[in-house]
């Protein structure tokens, strides 16, 4: 996603390792309506899942259904919304589902075939620019067959379909509610999921009712779910030590993280800090249309000038790793192909790969970056980049920043020379990590062509139904993107949950593209 805010398995599973205790207890019964409050500083773009790639699919998977989900226990797609699905040949390029029997919307309508063609019809027809149409664009046409049986036709084998369906950008919709070709309106949303949306204020708060009438695989833990929406962490972490929420996720800043990390050594545990493995990985993009980042000697200069280690020291406290790949380790595929071929960071070899170019004077760029997505830390993060590129004595820097909304507008209209971004996969699989980034139409709105990639790479590693077996196509693939520098890979992030001592099942409800399923929440004096 995106950013998609989403982080992120046979590709190999990056499996939560937390540092607190989880449950203690299973929930029961009781006539006491059991409420978890969520803070956030990821607030949806959209409630309609046409229109948004990015953490507004936090929201979406607890909302809308899809056909698959990978469970936390496992690592493959299994049934959601579809009683059972499965390729129908051995190309890889027929998919049938059959779908569980009953399944209605929140609005009372069916969900059947109909309804579940109706949802990707619209995505791929709508085609948002800030939408998800992107991910399936290899789908070539949807078929029902009765009420119950759904047909997808691929244009080219593709081994990662059943991932796809697992994600919010197939999220179901009622065709009555959700038209053909314009997005929904207003604050609404109608889905199927665990929870139906009660109300919601944009940027400020989702409520969340269990519902009666969901047919899936999740257990609810609780009947209601709060998420309050910060523009900021400080207000957010304030609200968690106040009790006014019951838990943090998405926003703690590094200096946050350690606060609540000296507090346990002192003794202090009125907060517990969760620490799981993340997948999150953040990026420089480079946009071909500006003058001086079409270039591959400024492209490469800057690669060889970035101190990752300095940055995730200085900036994130270490809780970040530095990135040397668009895939993150721990996913099947991973290779350090940034560190292979610039090695450190490096002056003099930053200064001969301009002069080599014909470069001798200071480089103008303008760097641009998301005010209020992810977190505090980013102005600082840019400073610096900004500090480091200019140190060299080989780059002008200036930084600017927008809204999420206004930087979003901004990128896929190729405003920005440089920007960054973040992204969490979504789905547990290296394709996930490069195939969204390269194309003639992508999800950074720059153009990235590269036909040994977009034509061979990717095409072949996706017949390959054994997704371990596809990592050296993906090795070459990290190879070449190393060369290109059309995106620079910053660092791999970790993620941190706060909450009361009283909150439980926090270690389950982180998914494999680290996305909250806040149905797995509950507070054990509940129970």
């Not at 609005?107 to 791929?124: N, W, Y």
């Not at 895939?327 to 991973?334: D, E, L």
């Not at 992810?374 to 400073?383: H, I, K, L, P, V």
């Not at 998914?511 to 004096?525: A, H, N, T």
Request: with cysteine.
């Amino acid at each position: 996603m995106f950013d998609r805010n989403g982080l992120l398995r046979a590709a190999a599973t990056i499996l939560p390792l937390a540092l607190v205790t989880g449950c203690s207890a299973l929930p029961g019964g009781g006539e006491e309506e059991h409420s978890i409050v969520v803070g956030t500083t990821s607030a949806p773009s959209s409630l309609d899942p046409a229109a948004a790639w990015d953490g507004s699919w936090e929201l979406y998977r607890n909302i809308y259904q899809t056909l698959m989900t990978v469970p936390n226990s496992g690592t493959s797609p299994e049934p959601d919304a579809a009683k059972r699905c499965g390729f129908t040949d051995a190309a890889s390029k027929v998919y049938r589902c059959v779908l569980r029997k009953g399944l209605t919307f929140s609005s009372g309508k069916p969900l059947d075939a109909e309804a579940v063609k109706h949802s990707f019809d619209r995505t791929t027809s709508i085609e948002s620019p800030s939408g998800p149409s992107a991910l399936l664009a290899n789908l070539d046409e949807v078929v029902t067959k009765g009420d119950r049986t759904v047909v997808f036709r691929l244009k080219k084998s593709d081994a990662t379909f059943p991932y796809i369906l697992s994600t919010p950008a197939t999220s179901l919709v009622d065709p009555d509610e959700y038209p053909t070709a314009s997005l929904h309106p207003g604050d609404t949303a109608i889905g199927s999921g665990p929870y139906t949306l009660e109300s919601y204020q944009q940027g400020k708060r989702a409520e969340l009712v269990k519902n009666p009438d969901y047919k899936g695989p999740a257990e609810l833990r609780n009947d209601s779910v709060t998420i309050r929406y910060y523009s900021r962490s400080a207000r957010m972490v304030s609200d968690l030590k106040a009790g006014r929420i019951d838990l943090t996720y998405r926003g703690l800043t590094p200096g946050q993280v350690s606060a609540f990390q000296e507090a346990s050594s002192s003794g202090d545990n009125s907060v517990d800090l969760s620490e799981m493995t993340g997948s999150e990985v953040h990026f420089l993009v480079f946009n071909p249309q500006d003058e001086q980042a079409a270039k591959p000697a400024v492209r490469r200069a800057i690669a060889q000038l970035v101190d990752r280690t300095e940055l995730v020291r200085d900036v994130y406290d270490r809780t970040a790793e530095p990135l040397y790949s668009m895939v993150p380790t721990g996913v099947t595929g991973h290779t350090n192909a940034f560190l292979d071929r610039y090695g450190h960071p490096d002056e003099k070899k930053a200064r001969h790969t301009l002069r080599d170019a014909g470069i001798t004077d200071k480089v103008e760029l303008t760097l641009w970056y998301a005010e209020d997505r992810y977190g505090d830390s980013t102005r600082r993060e840019f400073a610096e980049l900004e500090q480091q590129l200019e140190d060299s004595g080989l780059f002008d820097i200036t930084v600017k920043s927008r809204a999420w909304d206004d930087f979003q507008q901004g990128y896929l209209k190729g405003d920005y020379p440089v920007f960054g971004r973040g992204w969490s996969a979504d789905f547990p699989d290296a394709d996930n990590y490069i195939t969204p980034f390269v194309g003639e139409d992508n999800a950074m709105g720059t153009p990235y062509r590269n036909r040994e990639l977009t034509e061979e790479l990717l095409p072949s590693s996706r017949k390959q139904s054994d997704r371990g077996a596809a990592g050296q196509a993906f090795a070459k693939a990290q190879k070449l993107m190393a060369r290109d520098v059309r995106l620079l890979p910053l660092w791999q992030g970790k993620v941190y949950i706060a909450s009361e001592k009283d909150v439980a099942g926090v270690e389950w409800a982180i998914d494999s593209s680290v996305i909250m399923r806040m149905w797995e929440l509950y507070k054990k004096s509940s129970w």
